[in-house]
């Protein structure tokens, strides 16, 4: 029996919408905070030659999907920028040259992005962001 894999970044994403429910009455804006799915984990199969094949990233990829969007955008303007997009790290993982890629290109758009490793960092940005004088304590 395999070991179930731990997933850190996922587990700091998750802690990050709980939060998020938990503030939205003192901090409305917040309800404009979604995640975009380019790092799910989609079921496979092999087809005859052994390649994986999956159906549904396919559908994805169509409708648009691409590879290194940032994981999170609070779609709320400030006094400097049009949002904000969030990229979630764990442990020692480091940026993909497609989301380097991607946070340049939205940067240079007007768009505000970070790359965060807890939920706490990435809540204390959200509140900076906003112009929130409160805090999040780790």
């Known amino acids: 029996?395999?070991?179930?894999?731990?997933?850190?970044?996922?587990?700091?994403?998750?802690?990050?919408?709980?939060?998020?429910?938990?503030?939205?009455?003192?901090?409305?804006e917040i309800m404009n905070l979604f995640a975009v799915p380019n790092g799910a984990k989609?079921?496979?199969?092999?087809?005859?030659n052994g390649k994986r094949v999956c159906v549904q990233a396919q559908f994805l990829k169509a409708e648009g999907l691409k590879p290194g969007v940032p994981d999170l955008f609070l779609a709320y303007p400030n006094d400097r920028?049009?949002?904000?997009?969030?990229?979630m790290k764990a442990g020692t993982n480091k940026l993909t040259i497609e989301q380097i890629d991607w946070i340049e290109r939205l940067s240079t758009a007007g768009y505000f992005c970070g790359v965060y490793w807890s939920w706490v960092d990435a809540a204390n940005a959200i509140l900076e962001y906003l112009g929130k004088k409160m805090r999040v304590a780790g």
């Open 1 to 28: 029996m395999m070991a179930k894999r731990k997933n850190p970044e996922h587990a700091e994403q998750v802690a990050l919408f709980e939060w998020q429910e938990r503030m939205l009455t003192r901090v409305p």
């Open 42 to 48: 989609l079921p496979f199969f092999k087809d005859s």
């Open 81 to 87: 920028f049009h949002g904000f997009f969030m990229e």
